[in-house]
């Protein structure tokens, strides 16, 4: 179903107003680097993936009341 430009519009201003981004680089050829790359891809979903990673970490911390001793 092909969608106006009206609706292209509506969606990008939705998108503009509700989403925020983050950007994550890794360096081609750096080994760790795409090492990391490589396990994240073949995770699947790597939003979602990151999404749990971050959660799991502030469940962990949360007992420490917001330090980062382990960062």
Partial sequence: MASTDAQRRAKAKCQRNNVKSVRLSF????PEDDAMLAWLKSR????????????EDMERRAGGAG???DA
């Fill in 67 to 69: 330090t980062d001793e």
């Fill in 27 to 30: 360096y081609a050829g750096n």
């Fill in 44 to 55: 699947g979903n790597m939003a979602g993936y990151l999404k749990d990673l971050v959660r």
